[in-house]
């Protein structure tokens, strides 16, 4: 199974902000790298799939780069509403396998 | 507007079975792969089965093959879970979600509400 490695597990930060998690895969996934935000109670949202692409109605403050086994999530300028825990996750092999979340709080 | 709705969830003792299921709405579905994806206790996300459109490719993480089996009918826009020799560490919300493609692919882009599942004696 390919291991998706997020860091930092937790983080603090105020608003305005810029704020970056990154994602390390195990092996190679080319571009299959998905970001998910989730808010407490929630069911996870897609924000950016296939490593870049930012999802339709989704705000242009987040963006994510990379390729291969190395990836970035950020936040432009952090806003209140973005409090959540963060996740990625790979689709380029089975078994589909994620992150193991970032909680994003407000300093 | 599309929706899935999961329902089916609740308390089950160790060994029991429980189905689950989500009804879709507000798009073709069976143009698109789904998927159920859970969520233990305080825990991270874990894929658990993905089933294509036509039900061709059927697919299962380790932790469930042969004891879960996933299934749809595109005529009634439902897919189902149903779960059998359940374990404690099974309990988790159980999420449906969509694929962005017709044949499994991995890339989750709408999601239910989910729907609790707790094995307990």
């Known amino acids: 199974d390919i291991q998706m490695t997020q860091s930092p597990s937790s983080l603090s930060a105020s608003v305005g902000d810029r704020v970056t998690i990154t994602c390390q895969a195990s092996?190679?996934?080319?571009?299959?790298l998905n970001w998910y935000q989730q808010k407490p109670g929630k069911a996870p949202k897609v924000l950016i799939y296939?490593?870049?692409n930012l999802e339709t109605g989704v705000p242009s403050r987040f963006s994510g780069s990379g390729s291969g086994t190395d990836f970035t999530f950020t936040i432009s300028s952090l806003q209140p509403e973005d409090i959540a825990t963060y996740y990625c996750q790979q689709h380029d092999n089975l078994p589909y396998t994620f992150g193991q979340g970032t909680k994003l709080e407000i300093k | 507007e599309v929706q899935l709705v999961e329902s089916g969830g609740g308390l089950v003792k160790p060994g029991g079975s429980l189905r689950l299921s989500c009804a879709v709405s507000?798009?073709?579905?069976?143009?698109?792969?789904m998927n159920w994806v859970r969520q233990a206790p305080g825990k991270g996300l874990e894929w658990v089965s993905s089933i294509s459109g036509g039900s061709t490719y059927i697919y299962y993480a380790d932790s469930v093959k042969g004891r879960f089996i996933i299934s749809r009918d595109n005529a009634k826009n439902s897919l189902d879970l149903q779960m059998n020799s359940l374990r404690a560490e099974d309990t988790a919300v159980y999420y449906c979600a969509r694929d962005r493609r017709r044949t499994p692919n991995g890339a989750f882009d709408v999601w239910g509400q989910g729907t609790m599942v707790t094995v307990s004696s």
């Open positions: 507000g798009f073709t579905f069976s143009d698109y792969s």
């Open positions: 092996q190679d996934i080319n571009k299959y």
């Open positions: 296939d490593a870049s």
